[in-house]
């Protein structure tokens, strides 16, 4: 029960203070740190009183010294029992009392809550981050960053408060005690003391700079491997694994000189501090032993003097160490802040309402986009597509036809003009309900590394087994998901499926997509090659269900094989951004156009279509 009521302390799934974590160091260590102030001020109090007790028992060993110097060993405990007894109880019982709050608060509360707080909390805004975000960046280095920093942030606060209050008590509580034996003994102390804080000043920014260094080297180099590994069937089917271990050892080389260049700082710093920690030692050894030879202080002082010496250069090396690991871990946090707290490019207006479709009607007002350069990827664009018409999107690679369905989706912003839903503007709505009414079927089909029935559900989790049988037959998906099965055991709808699918065909991917957009029911239904990856005969066997899933939705279909799509009600044809055809598949045949000749390419004019 003690352990669960400590365990509780951190709501760790709560919702973040802010829209976004700051992007700035300090800030960003505040803006977790208040979420759970409390926890942190109990550990300061507690981590206050057992740094006093430590310093307390040095303290009692010159006591006894001193008592047993000038008592009669038959009378000591007599004599002394209630001093003794006070001892007792300091160091068997308040002692553990104290230091079983700490470690407590430290593993029980702090390092499972607030590292977990601050996961969940960065991978909640990282999810919302634009699709480009996730597109430049390796996905192997976003999640390493998301799951280093937490842990890294608990560590370097914990360690700092920690260190804080042991540097203060035991320096401030050394120099009371040595003052009240000899004012002289406070020399040595006092110049160590400002030659430690030289040597820290040094040392310290340029390990938090080679520790940033050695953390983002350390990221890439995750980020490469992670890369290897997702893209394995390349690797395997180019044959060049030796070209892939020459990727990763150049990032290996990178990480371990970066980490090499730090190291070097901090042995240079160890050597420094031992060196002047020997000078501590034999300098208040040395003095304290000149004193006691003329009698200024007694032999219980030499023990404090030497005893607390010892404790606090032990301390130093320890406090060496610790300030090395706040700032590797302060380096680490500086590199996650580039994945963890950058804005996010598309974003709810704060008046976001959810959408709401009537007809499905869909608007191009004067649209442009680009990616980033110069040259317009949609040009002043203007489209009207009816309530329920089917249209088909072509034109040769590049012309615009996914980007357009990207800005539809509010994958990414317009730069110009607006598109309309039903006569709402997308930009004003909420991108959760946007995309609620859109399904998609796309050319590379992408599979969640879950059970069969997982995926289907994303389309609808709320279906019953009736709704989802039925979506499955529709696919024609029923012809190969019992049979399925995994390395566990697991068979037919609880079969894994692998990471992105890879365990599926490419014609069974697609037919799970098929079925999760049967289960969705949009209103409004986009298909980018969709029948692309089956084969003929596959695909002729699930064109009927295809036609019965866009009956009665607004449809846009891209395909690079037109005879797909030559029945649509509208062909928009797109080139470099700009729509230059429109009308049937007869109109624009005759028109003699782009689009006849791509059609007169695919198929040398022995295809028609009726």
């Given amino acids: 029960m003690l352990f669960r009521r400590f365990e509780r302390l951190i709501d760790i799934f709560r919702d973040a203070p802010g829209a976004a974590p700051p992007n700035r160091v300090l800030p960003f260590y505040l803006h977790y740190l208040r979420q759970v102030w409390p926890c942190f001020v109990t550990l300061m109090v507690v981590g206050l009183i057992v740094a006093l007790i430590e310093v307390a028992l040095f303290s009692y060993l010159s006591r006894i010294i001193d008592l ?11 004599t002394h029992k209630t001093e003794l007894i006070w001892m007792v109880v300091v160091t068997l019982l308040l002692r553990p009392i104290f230091v079983g709050l700490h470690d407590l608060l430290v593993h029980q509360t702090i390092a499972p809550g607030m590292t977990s707080l601050i996961r969940w909390q960065s991978h909640r805004y990282v999810l919302k981050q634009s699709l480009n975000f996730f597109q430049s960046d390796f996905a192997g280095r976003i999640a390493q960053r998301i799951m280093q920093t937490g ?23 050394a120099l009371v005690l040595f003052a009240e034996a000899d004012w002289r003994l406070v020399i040595p102390l006092v110049a160590w003391i400002g030659a430690y804080i030289l040597t820290l000043m040094y040392f310290v920014p340029r390990v938090k700079q080679r520790s940033v260094d050695a953390s983002d080297a350390r990221s890439r180099l995750m980020g490469r491997i992670v890369d290897g590994y997702t893209n394995i069937i390349t690797l395997k089917l180019f044959a060049h694994t030796n070209h892939e271990q020459q990727y990763a050892r150049e990032a290996i080389t990178e990480q371990t000189e970066k980490t090499q260049l730090a190291g070097r700082v901090v042995t240079a710093m160890d050597v420094v ?23 200024l202080i007694s032999m219980g002082a030499i023990a404090l003097a030497t005893g607390l010496v010892i404790r606090i250069v032990n301390m130093s090396g ?23 707290a950058q804005p996010v490019a598309v974003t709810d207006r704060p008046d976001a309402q959810a959408l709401a479709i009537t007809q499905g009607g869909v608007t191009f007002d004067k649209v442009n986009f680009h990616y980033g350069n110069d040259r317009g990827i949609i040009q002043h664009l203007d489209l009207d597509i009816r309530p329920g018409e089917k249209i088909g999107l072509i034109g040769p690679s590049g012309a615009g036809k996914s980007t357009l369905v990207n800005l539809l989706l509010r994958l990414y912003d317009v730069q110009g003009g607006r598109i309309l839903i039903d006569g709402q503007d997308v930009s004003g709505v909420t991108q959760e309900s946007l995309r609620a009414q859109i399904g998609m079927i796309t050319q590379d089909t992408s599979l969640l590394h879950r059970s069969i029935r997982d995926n289907l559900l994303y389309g609808n989790p709320g279906a019953s087994e009736a709704q989802l049988w039925e979506a499955v037959h529709r696919a024609k998906a029923d012809e190969f998901i019992p049979l399925l099965s995994d390395a566990e055991g697991r068979t037919g709808f609880d079969a894994h499926v692998g990471e ?111």
């Fill in 68 to 78: 047993a110097q000038v008592t009669p060993p038959a009378e000591f405990f007599s």
């Fill in 151 to 173: 842990n890294s942030l608990r560590e370097s606060a914990v360690q700092a408060m920690d260190a804080l209050w042991h540097v203060l008590i035991y320096s401030v509580s």
């Fill in 273 to 295: 501090v031992t060196s002047m920690n020997g000078l501590l030692i034999v300098g208040t050894t040395g003095l304290a032993l000149w004193l006691w030879t003329q009698s």
């Fill in 318 to 340: 320890w406090i060496m160490w610790v300030v090395n690991g706040i700032f590797e871990n302060i380096g680490t946090v500086q590199d996650g802040l580039q994945s963890i």
């Fill in 500 to 610: 992105r699918g890879v365990k599926l065909s490419g014609g069974q991917r697609q037919r799970i997509a098929i079925t999760r957009v049967l289960l969705k029911d949009a209103p409004i239904l986009i298909m980018d090659e969709a029948t692309s990856a089956l084969d003929s005969e596959v695909e002729a066997a699930i064109q009927e269900s295809l036609e019965t899933l866009m009956q009665g939705k607004t449809v846009i279909a891209i395909a690079h094989r037109l005879s797909t799509i030559a029945r649509m009600d509208r062909l928009v044809v797109l080139d470099k951004g700009r729509i230059v055809e429109m009308g049937s598949h007869s109109e624009l045949l005759a028109h003699g156009g782009l689009y006849a000749r791509l059609w007169q390419h695919q198929t040398g004019g022995f295809v028609g279509v009726d």
